[in-house]
Nanobody, 119 residues
Framework: QVQLVESGGGLVQAGGSLRLSCTAS????????MGWYRQAPGKQRELVAA???????NYADSVKGRFTISRDNAKNTVYLQMNSLKPQDTAVYYC?????????????WGQGTQVTVSS
């Protein structure tokens, strides 16, 4: 069974930075694509960024140039460095894995971590 444990959310002022982390555990699990999605109140969950095992990435247009996704394959961990945060980035951020495509969700979700950006 695969479990995803996230950390790093919180409250930050506009223009600030946060770093999210997510570690996937499972006896023989070697995730292909790992990614981050977010869901703001009243909105659908949307892709923020995804990264393949080989380092290919996919970003939402709204975060390009501000967010950077990276991963440590040895630790089954994915990171999301978020800079120049805006109030519209406020959402619950979910880690996702288990898929094979950079633009499609995988089978496994983390519990979510709240990111709140104040103006």
């Amino acid at each position: 069974q695969v479990q995803l444990v996230e950390s790093g959310g919180g409250l930050v002022q506009a223009g600030g930075s946060l770093r999210l982390s997510c570690t996937a555990s499972g006896s023989t699990f070697r995730p292909s694509v790992m990614g981050w999605y977010r869901q703001a109140p009243g909105k659908q969950r949307e892709l923020v960024a995804a990264i393949s095992r080989g380092g290919n990435t996919n970003y939402a247009d709204s975060v390009k140039g501000r967010f950077t996704i990276s991963r440590d394959n040895a630790k089954n961990t994915v990171y999301l460095q978020m800079n120049s945060l805006k109030p519209q980035d406020t959402a619950v951020y979910y880690c996702n894995t288990g898929g094979y495509y950079l633009d499609r969700v995988g089978d496994y979700w983390g519990q979510g971590t709240q990111v709140t950006v104040s103006s």
